[in-house]
């Protein structure tokens, strides 16, 4: 089955260096350019792709309004924020908004498709290296911190998660086989009515779980 990308970014060589990389890939095919958010927002609507690269700094509608827009009227579809980070001040926004991930533009094209795969089979990505800095850096933007009702043992999962631990190395720290580990994110989605691991990693910061 071919994941259907809609690639969304204003400089036309990256643009176009993305719809590239994806239509040389196995499984993967483009399927729509947009310039602007408004513009990822219609062809999103027109297209129904799978997964959508979003840039931030877009003219007309940035990028974190078309992801509030399209996960909001299609929340099918999975929403990749592709940023350099220390420019857009406004990332932590856009995963509030329903990003399902994100990722700097200097990640290896490999890398790239990789996470495309991984977004599309309804997982969440974390670039575990910023994600700290990332949510620390705008902590100024989130409540103060709220009671989680939540089991002792879903806390710590929490926490590692938020550490950027994935299913597998949280299983070993606290001697968890696979199944159980998925019962337990399960719980938690549920329970903080997260969509996705990145909602997860950001409610653990607003409960003040993670220092």
């Known amino acids: 089955m071919t994941t259907r990308v809609v690639v969304a970014d204003d400089e036309a060589l990256v643009r176009g260096g993305f719809r590239l990389l994806v239509d040389s890939a196995p499984g993967l095919s483009a399927v729509g350019e947009a310039a602007t958010g408004k513009e990822a927002v219609e062809i999103t609507r027109r297209e129904r792709p799978d997964v959508v690269l979003m840039d931030v700094r877009m003219p007309v509608m940035d990028g974190i309004e078309a992801t509030r827009q399209i996960c909001s009227a299609q929340p099918e579809v999975r929403v990749l924020i592709v940023t350099t980070f220390d420019l857009d001040e406004y990332v932590y ?95 938690l989605l549920a329970k903080l009515g997260a969509r996705s691991r990145v909602h997860l990693v950001i409610a653990a910061y607003e409960a003040g779980l993670v220092p």
Do not use: C, W
Not at 94 to 116: E, H, M, N, V, Y
Not at 139 to 148: D, K, Y
Not at 159 to 177: D, H, M, V
């Open 93 to 187: 926004g856009a995963l509030r908004s329903g990003a399902a991930g994100f990722l700097l533009k200097d990640t290896l094209p490999p890398d790239l498709l990789q996470a495309i795969h991984v977004i599309a089979g309804g997982e969440s990505l974390l670039a575990p290296a910023v994600t700290r800095r990332l949510i620390e850096r705008y902590v100024a933007h989130v409540p103060p911190p709220r009671h989680l009702q939540i089991t002792d043992r879903e806390r710590e999962v929490l926490i590692l998660i938020a550490k950027g631990l994935s299913n597998q190395e949280i299983g070993a720290e606290l001697y968890l086989s696979h199944g159980t580990m998925k019962t337990h994110v399960g719980h």
